[in-house]
């Protein structure tokens, strides 16, 4: 049997930007995408905290140290600047992996530091 457990969360993120006519995605700081081991072009759940609204897409990197998440394509209309989002990657594992597994987590302060951060061992 084969399970669907989190990778990785990026949790309370405020959103920088959002451009509907952008061709779609989230756009995410290279350091937050490695700090969360979450890979550029890698499919993520976003879950918007302000309004419930949830979506998939997929990452894409933004410059180092600009904190950006940005929100583009049709999506643009489920998230406005200043939401909070959590971002959250999966992956697929057998049930004794599954029992072992720890996700990597960053929770984010209101300009996107890392706050509080567990890593997988």
Known sequence: M???MMKAKLHRAAVTQADLHY??????????????NILPYEQVDVLNI????????YTIPAPR??????????AARLAQVGDRII?????????????????????????????EASAAA
């Open 2 to 4: 084969r399970l669907k």
């Open 23 to 36: 061709e779609g995605s989230i756009s995410i700081d290279q350091d937050l995408l490695e700090a969360s």
């Open 50 to 57: 302000n309004t419930g609204a949830r979506f998939t897409t």
């Open 65 to 74: 140290g600009s904190r950006t998440f940005g929100i583009n394509g049709a």
């Open 87 to 115: 971002v959250v990657a999966y992956a697929e594992m057998d049930a004794a992996e599954a029992e072992r597994h720890q996700p990597d987590v960053i929770v984010l302060d209101e300009q996107n530091q890392p706050i």
